[in-house]
């Protein structure tokens, strides 16, 4: 079975834009970091699919697409670390994750 | 040209560094130096300066050319070449002669007049800057050496004229000297522009022995020559830049001795006599320089008569005397403008010493219309300032009367003034000479002469100067009497003086007139000296001021009280437009730029807090904002034809 490239890069955009969404509508920080994980792994999708036709085409940029995909994890996990731990930070002082609450950063 | 052995005919050339290293010490170490120490000091410099001319007078080898002495390179660009380097000649020795000599005495009068003052150590270091300027300046081999000293004497101008500047009267005198004088300057420097273009050179032996090859009458010439004038006009006080010199007696008396006899006031004619060669090749300029010299002396004649202070009846006096030099140099008889400086810088230092003397003993009086009979309770004084009086008066046999002579001399034999205009220069200048003697009068027997109408304070501390201040009065009054007989007329004897500076003058050709003639110039200037000295016997002494008091009501009064008006001429043409103009730039700055650099402020304050109406701290608007950027780009780009 072979699935067209485009199939993996509607469904990437489908899952990106509701991320997007979820980042603007949710106030829970923690269900805004999901939706922004929601699109990292959208991007990744993507980056996959067209890698994949490169491959199959025989290009030479066949690996570098799988490549790029590692250091977006890993750069994704690290953010949610670092984020997570912010997170538990602001928690303890505000006893809230609600983003519209953490508003004082304002002119 | 490039003499840099240090010999006995230029060691003169070192004569203003020891008067510099005067005002070194006392100025930097004069606090922690005793009184009488600080004026030793400054008077030493100034004899051993005197020594040294003196020794350089005597070894000068003669000659045209001059003895040089180069001290450093300087400047060097292109075709100009000007170094640090003096030039010893026959003029620049007699000048140097003056100012040591002269100045030496003011020096020892200095110390007992200024006895007392706590800043003597700041007067005696600048009057000591003050004569290593003036020094500079007349034995300076180029143009911008002469500058430096030019501008020197400038300066010390200002510091002496101010030097009681806790008074603002006398602060503002050393500042219109000083703004006056730069008027003078700037027409220096722009002569010596001209001078390099049409010379290449700005050497002033190179500048007056290539002169005489220039274009007679060349526009460029008579460019130079003009310029000159103005910057001579400026230090030496001649029309219409004579405003500075009667407020210039807000200084120590003896500072205007200095000024009047010494130094400054003469520059201007040793700037002339010494570029005499130009003016040779452009009588227009030198018509010029003659005109104003005789306006200058007539004008300050008249308006010295309606002085009551004894020391600005003497700066008018001055500005008339300098005028009569000034004459002669325009003349082109530039022995005689020297001659008169020379015999000038006798009497009237003598009279400045004596005014000073005066206002010693009275105690700060220097309204002569309480003063009188003080010749029977100061005898040194007195006695001195009569010879000074007739000296200056032209009485024959005194040297005013020769160097007097020689000017009308000049100005009606000139070869450089038509007939006719030489004439009326001399006409002019004769009636002048009646006024001198007339005003000179006046001065003498109001102060020395006459009643007695001192105040109460001030008669019961009238007293003879100390032996300091009446010893160089002596000498002074010595010198008012011999000097005249340096320039005899040539057909009655030797005229030393002219013989002397021949070599280095431009001697243009005067007409010879017959010895009766000479007889007849001789009667004619000895009449002028004793009808002025008649006329104002008559109207002081005799009279009792009866005339004079009904000339009062006449309009001529207050004008010849203000100087003629020049003041208040200067007032009206440049010092209230110069406000008006100062007025609107202020009004222009304040209201038009001041202002607007506001309202421009104001607007990127109003900019910054529409700007921060984003800013309201909800992360999902932001986070909206961004996704609305990345879809703007995204579709820009996508319209535009894709990323690539």
């Not at chain 2, 270091?125 to 004569?131: A, E, H, M, R, W």
């Not at chain 2, 050496?145 to 503002?172: H, K, P, T």
């Not at chain 2, 000017?407 to 001198?436: C, K, M, N, R, Y």
Request: charged share 10%; net charge neutral.
């Amino acid at each position: 079975m072979n699935v067209p490239t485009e199939y993996f890069v509607a469904l990437s955009a489908v899952l990106f834009g509701l991320g997007a969404v979820g980042v603007i509508v949710r106030r829970s920080a923690i269900l805004v970091f999901l939706s922004i994980e929601l699109m990292l792994n959208a991007a990744n999708l993507a980056i996959v699919a067209y890698a994949r036709q490169w491959s199959a085409t025989g290009g030479i940029h066949a690996l570098e697409g799988q490549g790029a995909v590692f250091i977006v994890l890993a750069v994704a996990a690290a953010e949610v670390a670092v984020g997570l731990g912010i997170l538990v930070a602001i928690f303890r002082y505000r006893v809230t994750t609600d983003v519209d609450q953490l508003s004082e950063v304002r002119a | 040209m490039t003499e840099t052995a240090l010999s006995a005919a230029n060691v003169v050339v070192l004569a203003p560094f020891v008067a510099l290293l005067g005002a070194v010490v006392n100025g930097l170490f004069g606090r922690g130096i005793r009184e009488p120490v600080t004026g030793l000091i400054a008077s030493s410099t100034v004899a051993a300066g005197f020594v040294l001319t003196v020794v350089s007078f005597f070894a000068y080898p003669g000659g045209g050319d001059g003895v040089r002495f180069v001290l450093a390179r300087f400047l060097r660009a292109g075709d100009l070449s000007v170094d640090l380097g003096f030039m010893v000649d026959q003029l620049s020795l007699v000048m140097a002669l003056v100012i040591t000599g002269v100045g030496l005495l003011i020096h020892v009068y200095s110390i007992g007049y200024m006895k007392g003052d706590a800043g003597h150590a700041r007067y005696f270091s600048q009057l000591n800057l003050f004569v290593a300027a003036m020094l500079v300046l007349v034995l300076a081999d180029s143009f911008p050496l002469m500058f430096v000293g030019w501008e020197g004497v400038g300066v010390c101008s200002f510091l002496l004229i101010g030097f009681w500047y806790q008074q603002r009267e006398n602060a503002d005198a050393a500042r219109k000297a000083f703004i006056v004088n730069r008027i003078g300057d700037v027409g220096f420097l722009l002569a010596m522009f001209l001078t390099f273009q049409v010379f290449g050179s700005l050497d002033v032996k190179t500048v007056t022995q290539a002169a005489p090859a220039v274009a007679y009458g060349s526009a460029a010439l008579v460019g130079i020559g003009l310029l000159f004038l103005l910057a001579a006009a400026g230090k030496s006080a001649q029309l219409p830049l004579q405003l500075w010199l009667p407020d210039a007696m807000a200084g120590p008396t003896p500072v205007s001795a200095l000024i009047h006899a010494a130094t400054m006031v003469t520059a201007g004619v040793y700037l002339i006599a010494r570029t005499g060669p130009v003016f040779a090749q452009a009588p227009a300029a030198a018509a010029t320089v003659a005109w104003i010299g005789v306006l200058t002396a007539l004008v300050a004649a008249i308006a010295a008569f309606a002085q009551t202070d004894i020391k600005r009846i003497l700066a008018y006096s001055t500005i008339s005397q300098v005028g009569f030099m000034i004459a002669a140099v325009g003349a082109g008889a530039y022995w005689a403008g020297i001659f008169h400086v020379v015999t000038h810088a006798f009497f009237k230092a003598q009279l400045f010493l004596g005014a000073g003397s005066v206002i010693h003993a009275l105690g700060g009086e220097q309204d002569v219309r309480r003063m009188g009979g003080l010749g029977k309770r100061m005898r040194v004084t007195g006695t001195t300032a009569l010879i000074a009086t007739l000296a200056i008066a032209g009485v024959p046999l005194l040297s005013g009367f020769f160097s007097k002579d020689a000017i009308l001399h000049g100005t009606l034999t000139s070869p450089l003034l038509q007939d006719a205009t030489g004439q009326l220069l001399f006409a002019l200048l004769l009636v002048t000479a009646v006024l001198t003697a007339a005003y000179m009068f006046r001065w003498y027997y109001l102060v020395f002469a006459g009643e007695e109408r001192l105040t109460a304070e001030a008669k019961a501390g009238v007293h003879e100067s100390p032996a300091v201040m009446t010893v160089p009065l002596v000498v002074l009054a010595v010198g008012s009497v011999l000097a005249g007989y340096l320039g005899i007329q040539a057909f009655l004897g030797r005229n030393l003086i002219a013989e002397w500076l021949a070599p280095v003058t431009a001697s243009p050709d005067f007409e010879h007139l017959s010895v009766g003639a000479e007889w007849a110039l001789i009667v004619a200037s000895a009449l002028a000296a004793l009808g002025g000295l008649a006329a104002g016997y008559w109207l002081y002494a005799v009279d009792k001021g009866r005339t004079v008091k009904r000339l009062d009501t006449t309009p001529l009064a207050p004008l010849a009280r203000s100087g003629m008006g020049f003041d208040a001429a200067a007032q009206a043409v440049l010092v209230r437009p110069g406000e008006g103009v100062a007025q609107g730039l202020a009004v222009l700055d304040r209201d038009v730029l001041d202002q607007g650099l506001v309202a421009a402020g104001g607007g990127v304050g109003l900019l910054g807090k529409v700007a921060t109406l984003w800013q309201t701290g909800y992360v999902r608007l932001y986070a909206l904002a961004m996704l609305a950027g990345a879809v703007v780009i995204a579709a820009v780009a996508l319209l535009a034809g894709g990323l690539r």
